[in-house]
C-alpha cells in the first residue's frame, strides 16, 4: 500500500521590513506547520526573484530560542532584567490603567503611542494612530527616516513618484546615488545589472566610502559626506557650458532655466572639486558620460539626504535630471520613491476623521528631549508620563541616546512595548507583550521604491501565546472606552477589504487571489510629460522651501522647522552640516550595514557572525598619523558624548572620514553605549528629519 508522503507548500507574502523593495516572497511552508526556504517571487517583475540574504534566513529569526513568548511584568529596577510572567488580561489591564492615570493627572496628551517601520504593513503598522485619534493621545511626527529626502524631491517634482523603476533595466547608463544598494535594496543591483548586461549598460555610484555597490561600478565616486549638491551643481555647469543642456525641454517644462543658467556659472568643476574631495577629471568624466547620454537614470537614495543639508541636496541631483531633459526618454529620468501613486485611503484604518488639529505633535527623533523635560520638544505642554510603543526601538535606533536612556529610566515614566525581542527599550519597559512576525498575520504592504500593493497574508499559526498589533490596539481600545469609534471590531481582512475599496481598487478576495496590483502610472506621467506636479506644470529649480508642496510637512501647530532661511534659493551646496574644524577633525556617517536593518536582525546568530564586531573605518593615512593599528580601541566623541569602539584601519573611506556600519545594540559596544550617542536630534531645515550621516567629531586611540 502506497502512504503519500506530507506535502509542503508554497506561500505567497511580502517582506514587511523597511526597506522601499517591499519584495514578494515564496516562502515554504513545511508539513510541520513551519516555514523552510524563503525566496524572491520569480513573477514579480520587480522583485524578480531576488531577496537579500538577511530576509532568505528568515526561519532563524522566527525561531530563534530567544523570541518573546509571553506577557511580562518589571519586578525590579527598570533595566534589571527581573520579569515575572503575567497573563495577556493582566498585562493590558495594567496599560489601560497606567493610562487612565496619567490623563487624569497630566491631561491626554501625557500619553505619547510611538511607533514606526519594524512593519511596513499598513494594518499592523497604522491601527496605533486610530488609538491615538480616538483618546487624543499625543500626536507622533515620523522624522527619522524620509523627511530631508521626499522633501527635497517633492520641492522639486511636486509629486512623489517618477519614472517606472523597472526601466532601470532599459538604461544606458545607471546612476545610484547614496545609496548602497547591495546592502540595502538589492532589486535596485537587479535590474542596474540587467541593463548592463543586455545594453552595455555603464553603472555610476556616488557615495561617501566604497563600499560593496561601488565595488559593482563602473565608475565610482567618493565624495566627502555632505557635498552631493556641490558635484550636482558642477554637472548643470558642465552640460549648460558643453551644450548638454536641453534648453528646449527646460523653456517647455521648468520655472526659471536662464536664472539656474546664470547662477551655476561660478559652480565649476574647479569649485566643486575643494568642496567635494573629487578630482576635476572625475567630475568632468560624469558630467560628459550622462550629458552624453540620454538614457541615464538616476537612482537617487536616502543615505544622502541624511544630512542637515539634505533637502537641499536632493533637489540638486533631482535637477540634473531636468536641465538635460532626461525625462522625456524611456530608461531615464530620477526616481527616488513612489508614495504618490498608490493612492490608499487609510481614513478609517488610522481614524483620521476624528483627529483634533489642536492636539501636539511630538517629533520621533527628538524623545530623548521630549522624556527630559525640554520644553521646546513638548511644545511648552505638559510632560510625556506615559508610552506605548510597537514596531521600533528607540532605546537603540533614536539620536542622542545619552538623553533617550536618562529619560525611559525616569521613576515617574510607564512605558509598555510590544516586540518579537527582549530588545534594549523592551528592557526599560514596565509591560513587555509579545509580537507576531510577518508570516503569522494578514497584511497588505506597498512598495515605495516600486509601484505595487501587495496581500501578505498569514502563512503559519503563530505561538498561542502571541499576539498581533492589531489585538492590542483592539484590546486597549475596548479597556480605554473607544472601541465603540469607527475603524474598530474590524479584523484584519476587514480592514484590507475596506480599505482597498475605499481607494478604490477591488477587495480582499481579488487581491488575493491576485497577489498584487501593479499601480505604475502611464509612461506620461510618470515622466511628467504632461507636467510635473506643481500648479502650472514647472520643474522648480527655485523650490519654495517655506510653504512648498512637501508629503513631511509639519502641521500648522508646529510650523517649519530648523534654519529654513539657509536654504539656497537655486540648487547649490550650504554648510549646514556639521563642518569638521580643529577641535573635530572628522566627518563621522554612521551608514547601514548588509546583514541588519536597523535594529533588526541583530539578534540572529548568522547576521551577527557576518557582521563581526562593532568597528569604526578609519582611513590608512589618518591611522597611521594618529598612530592607530587595525583592531586598536579608539574613543570617538563630540559634544553629545563619546564611545570606544575598535578600528578597522582600511583605504574605503577618504581622509577625514569615519563611517561606522550597522546598528549594533549599545550592550555589543565595548561600554554598553552605541554609535547613536553621537548623532544630533536638532531639526533639520525645513521639515524636520534626523542628519544621522552628519556628526563632526573627534578620534583618538584609546589612552591617549
Not at 540634473?320 to 531615464?332: N, P, S
Not at 502563512?459 to 502571541?466: G, M, R, S
Not at 565595548?670 to 542628519?691: F, K, Q, R, S, W
Amino acid at each position: 500500500m502506497n502512504i503519500a508522503s506530507p506535502i509542503r507548500k508554497t506561500g505567497h507574502t511580502v517582506c514587511p521590513h523597511d526597506c522601499p523593495s517591499a519584495c514578494a516572497l515564496n516562502v515554504d511552508v513545511e508539513p510541520d506547520g513551519r516555514i523552510g526556504r524563503v525566496r524572491g517571487a520569480p513573477d514579480n517583475t520587480y522583485t524578480a526573484g531576488v531577496i537579500c540574504a538577511k530576509v532568505a534566513r528568515y526561519a532563524e529569526r522566527l525561531y530563534h530560542p530567544d523570541r518573546l513568548m509571553t506577557p511580562k511584568r518589571r519586578k525590579g529596577a527598570k533595566g534589571a532584567g527581573d520579569w515575572q510572567e503575567v497573563s495577556w488580561e493582566a498585562a493590558l489591564d495594567e496599560i489601560a490603567d497606567a493610562f487612565v492615570k496619567a490623563e487624569a493627572a497630566h491631561g491626554s496628551e501625557a500619553i505619547w503611542p510611538y511607533f514606526y517601520a519594524g512593519t511596513m504593513g499598513q494594518v499592523q503598522r497604522d491601527s496605533i494612530e486610530r488609538l491615538r485619534h480616538a483618546k487624543r493621545y499625543s500626536g507622533f511626527m515620523g522624522t527619522i527616516c524620509t523627511n530631508m529626502a521626499w522633501t527635497g524631491y517633492v520641492m522639486g517634482t511636486g509629486a512623489l513618484r517618477g519614472p517606472d523603476p523597472r526601466e532601470m533595466a532599459k538604461s544606458d547608463c545607471v546612476v545610484i546615488w547614496g545609496t548602497n544598494a547591495v546592502a540595502t535594496q538589492v532589486n535596485v543591483m537587479t535590474h542596474a545589472t540587467r541593463a548592463r548586461k543586455e545594453r552595455g549598460a555603464k553603472i555610476v555610484v556616488i557615495d561617501i566610502y566604497d563600499n560593496p555597490t561601488m565595488k559593482q561600478a563602473d565608475l565610482g565616486l567618493i565624495v566627502r559626506p555632505g557635498t552631493d549638491a556641490a558635484l550636482a551643481c558642477a554637472l548643470m555647469h558642465v552640460a549648460f557650458r558643453d551644450g548638454y543642456a536641453d534648453r528646449e525641454y527646460m523653456a517647455r517644462y521648468a520655472d526659471d532655466p536662464a536664472g539656474l543658467e546664470a547662477h551655476l556659472a561660478s559652480r565649476t568643476p574647479e569649485w566643486a572639486a575643494t568642496i567635494t574631495g573629487l578630482s576635476v577629471d572625475e567630475i568632468e568624466t560624469l558630467a560628459k558620460l550622462v550629458g552624453t547620454t540620454k538614457k541615464t537614470f538616476f537612482r537617487l537614495g536616502y543615505g544622502f539626504a541624511r544630512q542637515r543639508n539634505g533637502s537641499a541636496a536632493m533637489h540638486a541631483a533631482l535637477s540634473v535630471a531636468t536641465v538635460l531633459g532626461l525625462w522625456q526618454y524611456e530608461g531615464a529620468g530620477a526616481f527616488h520613491n513612489n508614495g504618490d501613486i498608490f493612492r490608499l485611503n487609510k481614513s478609517e484604518l488610522m481614524g483620521t476623521g476624528y483627529m483634533d488639529p489642536s492636539i501636539r505633535m511630538l517629533d520621533q527623533s527628538q524623545i530623548g528631549r521630549v522624556l527630559t523635560g525640554d520644553a521646546e520638544a513638548l511644545r511648552h505642554g505638559g510632560p510625556v508620563t506615559a508610552l506605548l510603543i510597537q514596531n521600533t526601538n528607540p532605546m537603540n535606533v533614536a539620536p542622542e541616546q545619552r538623553l533617550v536612556k536618562q529619560g525611559f529610566l525616569r521613576d515617574d515614566l510607564f512605558v509598555a512595548v510590544h516586540e518579537q525581542f527582549m530588545t534594549e527599550t523592551a528592557e526599560v519597559a514596565d509591560i513587555v507583550l509579545p509580537a507576531t512576525m510577518f508570516v503569522e498575520h494578514d497584511d497588505i504592504y506597498r512598495a515605495g521604491g516600486q509601484s505595487h500593493i501587495l496581500l501578505g497574508p498569514k502563512l503559519v499559526e503563530p505561538p498561542k501565546t502571541v499576539r498581533t498589533n492589531l489585538f492590542v490596539i483592539e484590546e486597549l481600545a475596548k479597556r480605554l472606552g473607544v472601541s465603540n469609534y469607527p475603524g474598530f471590531c474590524l479584523s484584519e481582512e476587514e480592514h484590507i477589504d475596506r480599505l482597498l475599496k475605499a481607494s478604490g481598487q477591488l477587495g480582499y478576495e481579488e487581491l488575493k487571489a491576485g497577489r498584487w496590483i501593479d499601480c505604475q502610472p502611464d509612461f506620461r506621467s510618470a515622466h511628467f510629460l504632461d507636467g510635473f506636479g506643481h500648479p502650472d506644470g514647472k520643474f522648480r529649480f527655485r523650490p519654495d522651501w517655506v510653504s512648498g508642496k512637501s508629503p513631511n510637512k509639519p502641521p500648522a501647530n508646529v510650523g517649519n522647522l530648523g534654519p529654513v532661511a539657509a536654504l539656497p534659493a537655486l540648487p547649490d551646496h550650504v554648510d549646514l552640516i556639521e563642518v569638521a574644524d580643529a577641535e573635530h577633525p572628522f566627518r563621522l556617517a554612521t551608514s547601514p550595514a548588509r546583514n541588519f536593518l536597523n535594529s533588526t536582525f541583530a539578534e540572529t546568530e548568522t547576521s551577527v557572525e557576518k557582521e563581526g564586531r562593532p568597528e569604526v573605518m578609519v582611513n590608512a593615512g589618518d591611522a597611521e598619523r594618529l598612530s592607530i593599528a587595525a583592531g586598536d580601541v579608539v574613543r570617538i566623541g563630540n559634544g553629545r558624548g563619546e564611545i570606544r569602539i575598535h578600528a578597522r584601519v582600511t583605504d574605503a573611506v577618504k581622509p577625514g572620514v569615519l563611517v561606522a556600519e550597522g546598528l549594533w545594540p549599545n550592550k555589543a559596544h565595548l561600554d554598553g553605549e552605541g554609535i547613536n550617542v553621537l548623532t544630533g536630534a536638532d531639526c533639520v531645515a525645513p521639515h524636520g528629519g534626523a542628519a544621522f550621516h552628519d556628526n563632526k567629531v573627534w578620534l583618538v586611540k584609546d589612552g591617549e
